[in-house]
């Protein structure tokens, strides 16, 4: 038998989680149901009822429900029910967690979800899964599994019966999942997208040839927000390889491989060994090419597929991509090498035939970012240039020695 958490408001969604309980039930597993009900009107007694959830916020449900805004209400119930969630986690009575609703029970339930690590298995039905940024944002940075319902989750009917037994049985096999244990390996993460591949392909097999577990982060936003705070707080890492960086460029000029302010920081904070290549970093990327906004129009682009087109920075916005790089870097309180391939940061430059070569050629872009970045790099952090595309095979073994040096150093 296994523990599973249901995160819920009962005043609106009560028969239809009742009918999850019971599916659930009968596959042998215990529910705790925690309700953050902001109005009168539980459809059952949850095991950790309303009352309990606002006296756990720091707060009484008669205030919570005296506020005439619903989404105000229920961040305040939120708090109680994450403090809940992390406490039977901490108890081992936490083996899977669900939730189910629209915008405000989907809001409701991944903020709790958020709070268990990754591994805990998580699914939320959700009626906004559709919506171009709601995943995202449910998500965020952690392992949430997301299922459409269909119709809205109002009532019990022949689409939601199936929909939501079907989630019931999902959850109730996800628990069931072994554990896998770690590899005792030391752990580098590295970055990589398809336009550096080859390079991010050749390093991790070397590494694993050394006995070293990778971690590979695809750098499309999503990628970097994660890498953040896994390097942060998993303690088998070791060191981390950037293969790409172009999320700093879409940060600064709106692209959508945006991975926030806070990228390139939590390695340098714990003083692990970086090593640094500029892969990809003049450019920014948009999905399809109608989500490019209308001052990108008439800039270099290229349909890489049909959720992908990047876009060439000029070499204005290249260099101060490069100079963020590098301020970010200096702040960091271990050692760093930075290697630069000069004949091309990326599959659509460099060579002849890709799709950036000639007018890449004409701005220039590319040796801007380099420029950039050498400028305002500290003395301290070593930088060598290397006559070679950042996808031949010679550029990832020459990266490679740079981490093994390092770390030879470092231990």
């Given at each position: ?5 249901i ?29 953050g ?18 006296k756990?916020s ?8 005296a506020?005439?805004e ?19 986690y901490?108890?081992g ?6 939730g ?5 029970n ?22 906004k899964?559709g919506?171009?940024?709601s ?7 952690k ?17 939601t ?10 959850i ?9 244990d ?7 993460v ?11 392909l ?5 590494l694993?040839?050394k006995?070293y ?6 750098a ?10 896994f ?10 390889i950037e ?6 460029g879409n940060?600064?000029f ?6 926030g302010?806070h ?23 948009f999905?399809?090419?109608e ?10 682009l290229?349909e890489?597929?049909?959720k ?24 960091a ?18 060579k ?10 004409e701005?220039?872009s ?22 070679a ?7 990832a ?7 093994m040096?390092i ?5």
């Open positions: 038998m296994k523990n599973i958490v995160v819920v408001t009962l005043d609106t969604k009560g028969p239809e989680t009742k009918y999850v309980k019971e599916l659930i039930e009968g596959q042998g597993h215990r529910v705790i149901v925690i309700d009900a902001c109005m009168e009107g539980s459809f059952f007694e949850a095991d950790y009822p309303a009352e309990y959830v606002a756990l720091g707060s009484k449900l008669e205030e919570v429900r506020i005439p619903a989404g105000a209400a229920l961040k305040i119930m939120e708090k109680g029910a994450k403090i809940i969630a992390e406490e039977l901490e108890r009575e936490l083996d899977g967690i669900f189910l609703g629209g915008g405000m989907s809001t409701f339930a991944s903020a709790v979800m958020k709070e268990l690590p990754v591994g805990v298995p998580k699914l939320l039905v959700s009626t899964v919506d171009p940024e995943p995202q944002f449910y998500v965020g940075d392992d949430i599994t997301l299922m459409p319902s269909i119709a809205d989750i109002a009532g019990l009917n022949k689409i019966n199936q929909i939501l037994a079907n989630a019931a049985f999902a109730s096999n996800m628990v069931n999942a072994p554990k896998i770690k590899s005792g390996k030391p752990t580098v590295l970055t990589m997208i398809g336009l550096t591949t080859a390079f991010g050749r390093v991790k097999s070397i694993e040839e006995g577990e990778v971690v590979v982060f695809h499309m936003g999503i990628g970097g927000r994660c890498l953040e705070p390097v942060a707080k998993d303690p088998d890492v070791v060191a981390v293969g790409c960086l172009w999320e700093i940060f600064l709106g692209g959508m491989s945006n991975a302010p990228r390139l920081i939590e390695a340098g904070k714990k003083g692990l060994p970086q090593v640094i290549v500029p892969g990809a970093s003049a450019y920014i990327a999905r399809g090419l989500t490019v906004p209308e001052k990108y129009k008439n800039r270099p290229h890489h597929n049909p992908a087109t990047p876009m060439l920075l000029k070499p204005d916005e290249a260099k101060i991509a490069g100079e963020t790089i590098a301020e970010r870097l200096n702040k309180t271990g050692p760093v090498e930075v290697l630069i391939p000069t004949r091309g940061l990326g599959s659509l430059t460099g002849e035939g890709t799709p950036f070569y000639k007018i890449e050629k701005l220039g590319e040796k801007a970012l380099i420029e950039g970045l050498k400028s305002k790099l500290s003395k301290n952090i070593p930088v060598k240039e290397v006559e595309h950042i996808n031949d095979p010679e550029f073994d020459l990266v490679v020695e740079s981490f040096r770390r030879r150093q470092r231990s």
